[in-house]
């Protein structure tokens, strides 16, 4: 896994706002802290997202918008890319792929944050169908696509030059068995951690107790990985790109 130090750019893709919340909030902040820019790329608004009825799905967009940029600022990011696929609806294709590539190119990352290209059948909520086509296209953009001059010709002709990620970090892993991951220590950066999910206003019925199961879920990770009792951590698989 790349260090902070050698990182200039990362770029993280997901399907909804607060995936990068629940997934790499901590390691987004070591990233801000060590000077890296930090881009967020939300492939949908979250639309069929919360729980209040009364609120318009294209309401519910806007709102989730809002609570994803103030979310992001929490932990120093200030770069959002909004694509506005409908939640729910994302597919895998070449629409975004293009999408995702023109983002890649623009951003020009060393490092690529996603969700996992595979279905992990021990997690039926981190196995959403628009994680696992978010993790896809993705993958699919980092690389063929992104790289490959060929690919998508109007994006180099629009002045998109091809670019080559070094890096993609997998949010959770894939759970597949004896996958290799990396444990990130978030010790530090929890309570920035919890306030972005804080802004997340509009999906919380009881964000206290969320909060207490999340951070037992993220003190187990890191008692998991070696980490010092007390501490608390995310887990990546970690891609070479190169």
């Known amino acids: 896994m790349l260090q902070p130090h050698e ?13 990068v919340d629940f997934g790499a909030a901590g390691t987004v902040a070591n990233l801000t802290d060590a000077g890296v820019e930090v881009t967020y790329c939300l492939v949908t608004d979250g639309q069929a997202g919360g729980y209040d009825e009364s609120i318009s799905r294209p309401r519910m967009a806007a709102i989730r918008r809002e609570e994803q940029t103030k ?5 120093g990011v200030t770069e959002l890319v909004f694509l506005g696929h409908m939640d729910g609806e994302v597919q895998f294709d070449m629409e975004l792929r293009h999408e995702l590539s023109r ?11 996603t969700q996992s290209p595979t279905i992990n059948i021990t997690s039926v909520y981190g196995s959403h169908a628009d994680h ?12 063929p696509d992104a790289r490959n001059p060929f690919a998508f010709p109007e994006l180099l002709t629009s002045g998109y030059e091809p670019w080559a990620a070094s890096e993609i970090w997998i949010m959770y892993g894939s759970g597949t068995v004896g996958e290799q991951v990396t444990a990130v220590d978030i010790t530090s950066q ?11 206003v509009s ?3 009881d964000p206290d107790g969320l909060e207490e199961r999340l951070r037992s879920w993220w ?15 995310e887990r990546f698989f970690v891609a070479d790109a190169r």
């Open 132 to 143: 696992v086509a978010t993790g896809q296209g993705a993958w699919t953009a980092v690389y």
């Open 203 to 205: 999906q919380h019925r």
């Open 103 to 113: 983002v890649i190119r623009t951003v020009r990352p060393q490092v690529v944050i």
């Open 219 to 233: 003190g187990q990770i890191a008692v998991e990985s070696g980490l010092p009792e007390g501490s608390f951590a």
């Open 190 to 200: 929890i309570d920035r951690k919890i306030r972005a999910l804080r802004c997340h």
């Open 71 to 75: 979310a992001a600022a929490e932990v």
């Open 7 to 19: 990182i200039e750019r990362a770029l993280v893709i997901t399907a909804h706002p607060d995936d």
